[in-house]
């Protein structure tokens, strides 16, 4: 199975919604890259072994204390989410039964536990229990759809009723917040719905990233790489499922990789506008600290941008960054840009 990335239109296949996949021979494609393939296999075998921990609601965006343990039980909740999708690619890669019975349990057990609200940032890394629903659908039985569908169609619907603030409208949020509308309408067969959240991301684009440097609303607000491309990665993932914003995205990614050439990474955050930074510094995050922007955290962006943009040379230090990189959050976006690649 592989990505479409916005090549072909949204349609509805029989028994299942979604339009994300289609059939290819994913065991095959990781014979050529065995530490990627081992890599996957070992974090399935991993995920088996965690039983599902969702929460009735997650509780992450604007905390500002590191042991609130609604945050705490939020965070580790959300691994449920990369465990889904890493277990959804195993089955299709190993063809082994039980990585598909765990991945349908944690989408089971999150449709019974889990309210939406519709708040962008909370839900955001729920979008490996998307793809993982994509992948593994069509396997499914009538109920176990039906139930996930409406899972998913709650949470489309809490997000479609979201209210933004005067900053949040132009930020992040709102890309993020699109992008989980655009998955989510993908993965039910959501036509209208698709079609719509991709006319506002048109709209959002003009906003968020000027199109001529590539700086991002996000970065003149926290003066922070970090949250530009925190903004950047739910743009990639847009672009990738659809055929907006191609352009401004790029530039966005190429505006990053000016700045770590030129050695223009430090004192990140030190002139934010946003309380929240100077609040989460003192409290411990380290993250929000005054400090240097680590190479390292783009490395989903650039595993995304080789899927999107297979042709451009990225510096090679970036993707044997990206490439080594063990985080399992990465995992998902390393065996797309493998398959994209292999299209080709």
């Known amino acids: 199975m592989t990505i ?11 028994g299942c919604g979604s339009s994300l996949w289609q059939e ?3 065991s095959s494609v990781l014979e050529k890259q065995a530490t990627l393939k081992e890599e996957l296999l070992v974090q399935a075998e991993q995920a088996l072994k965690r039983q599902p921990s969702p929460v009735s609601s997650l509780r992450s965006a604007g905390v500002e204390d590191k042991n609130d343990p609604y945050f705490i039980a939020s965070r580790a909740a959300l691994q449920d989410s990369d465990s889904a999708v890493i277990l959804a690619l195993s089955y299709v890669a190993f063809n ?5 019975e765990m991945a349908k349990f944690i989408l089971l057990k999150w449709s019974e536990v889990n309210i939406p609200t519709g708040n962008p940032i909370d839900e955001t890394r729920l979008d490996g229990l998307v793809w993982a629903f994509a992948i593994i659908c069509e396997e499914l039985n ?6 996930i569908s ?12 979201w209210k933004f603030g005067p900053k ?6 709102k890309t993020h917040q699109l992008k989980m509308q655009m998955l989510i309408a993908r993965a039910l067969g959501n036509v209208d719905g698709f079609r719509s959240a991709s006319e506002s991301a048109a709209e959002h684009v003009q906003i ?11 970065y003149i607000q926290r003066d922070a790489l970090y949250y530009h491309v925190y903004d950047l990665e739910a743009w990639l993932d847009i672009a990738l499922i659809s055929e907006c914003c191609d352009q401004q995205v790029k530039s966005a990614y190429w505006y990053v990789v000016d700045k770590l050439q030129r050695h223009e990474t430090g004192d990140e955050f030190k002139n934010s506008t946003a309380a929240i930074d100077e609040n989460r510094a003192a409290a411990g995050f380290h993250y929000a600290k005054v400090q240097k922007f680590e190479i390292k955290r783009m490395a989903r962006s650039t595993l995304a941008y080789i899927a999107l943009e297979r042709d451009v ?17 990465l995992l998902f976006h390393k065996v797309r840009a493998l398959l994209e690649e292999d299209l080709s």
Do not use: C, W
């Open 142 to 147: 009538a109920d176990e759809v039906d139930k």
């Open 208 to 218: 968020n990233i000027d199109a001529s440097t590539g700086e991002s609303i996000d």
């Open 24 to 26: 290819v021979d994913l």
């Open 168 to 173: 949040t409208a132009l930020n992040n949020h």
């Open 313 to 329: 040379t990225i510096p090679q230090e970036m993707v044997r960054i990206a490439r080594e990189n063990l985080d399992r959050r």
């Open 4 to 14: 479409l990335s916005g090549l072909v239109s949204v349609s509805v296949h029989a």
């Open 150 to 161: 409406e899972y998913f169609e709650a949470m489309y619907q809490a997000k479609k009723k």
């Open 96 to 100: 082994r039964k039980e990585f598909h």
